[in-house]
């Protein structure tokens, strides 16, 4: 079929296809669970079920000493908020719990602790034991009861009149986060995962389900440009996103309490640019495969997992491997995700923001383009 010559680019012919997609959207309640529900349950779940934090931890503390001192340190490790302890006279007791994981670790108190805490030549000692199967759990064990003997030292000094200071007393101070809550950079990267499903997954269907019921072909046989199909198919979705994410921010400040130092006007641009990113690999993929289960599979493998695996979110770039750090360099949430919680923690801080926003525009306007190189206005693509 020959395509008879029209006009160029159609503001009312995109208007009219847009209205098209609209329409389409509100028709199908997947497309408004995915962009409306699916936000929030998402995070709820990394704001209240993922945690990096270890507040409460199961130690096992062996009294192998029964004197008046041993006696007191085990109450001011009962008093800590951060430790359920378990007590035991002997390490045997809690060989048990500890091998099937019921306690974190043990801190063992030997008999001749008061005897040598009494001679006063620093010699008294209590040892730690950690469950080395969870590294970062470990840590986090050997520095508390680091802490809890550094704590009960200075509280016994001080009730004898002595100083137990060292020569130089640290203060740590935290910026951008002081209350140190892992769900202050949780919930913003967390956001750059939501809006690539939205871009990416709902964007990987609407050219392949043309195909799929043959409206492709009716579309086709109009004067209808390859410019105005794409973005009749990119801007409806780019509207759901920017509502999508203003849904996110509302849940995360308001419901979360997650602080929001940067200007709205600078979200709405990375958030605008990391769109274009994902808008293109959707469009891309759903052109390509013209099916839409395996568009949306290619759309998972292609973009939601590098977003959760790749960005920076959970596991640190700098700690992958040099090969998988230079993969991560061709991954928009990797930046979208550094922008997100500089805007979030830190504020507008141009150093870190404008070059990122830069490798955003740069993705946008790669897989834009190359989704509109692939479109062929065909039916033999």
Known sequence: MTRTPHEGFSLRRLRALCIKETKQILRDPSSLLIAVLLPVVLLFI????????????????????????????????????????????????????????????LIVIPPDFGAR????????RIQVLTDGSEPNTANFVASYAQGLFESWLHARADARGLSADPPV??????????????????????IAVVMTIIGALLTSLVVAREWERGTMEALLATPVRRAELLLS????????????????????????????????????????????????????????TRNQFNAALAAL??????????????????????????????VPARYFVTVMQTLFQAGDIAAILLPNLLFLLVSALFWLGLTARRTRMRLDG
């Not at 997650?258 to 990113?277: H, N, Q, Y």
Request: glycine share 10%; hydrophobic share 55%; charged share 10%.
């Open 46 to 105: 990394f704001g209240f079920g993922i945690s990096l934090d270890t507040n409460r931890l199961s130690l096992g503390i062996v009294l192998e000493d029964q004197g008046v001192e041993a006696q007191r340190f085990a109450a001011v490790a009962a008093g800590s908020p951060y430790i359920t302890p378990r007590f035991a006279r002997t390490r045997a007791e809690l060989a048990t719990p500890m091998a099937e994981g019921a306690l974190r670790g």
């Open 117 to 124: 805490l009494a001679a006063g030549d620093g010699s008294a």
């Open 169 to 190: 007393s640290l203060e740590p101070r935290y910026w951008f986060n002081p209350s140190t809550e892992s769900r202050n950079f949780l919930i913003p990267g967390s």
């Open 233 to 288: 198919k990119a801007l409806p979705y780019y509207g759901l996103g920017l509502i999508a994410m203003a849904v996110c921010v509302v849940i995360a400040v308001v419901l979360m309490h997650v602080p929001l130092r940067g200007s709205i006007a600078m979200l709405f641009v990375a958030t605008s640019l990391f769109l274009g990113s994902v808008l293109g690999i959707g469009l891309l993929l759903s052109t390509l």
């Open 301 to 330: 493998n292609a973009a939601f997992l590098p977003a959760v695996m790749l960005s920076g979110l959970i596991f640190e770039i700098s700690s992958m491997p040099a090969f998988v750090q230079a993969v991560t360099l061709i």
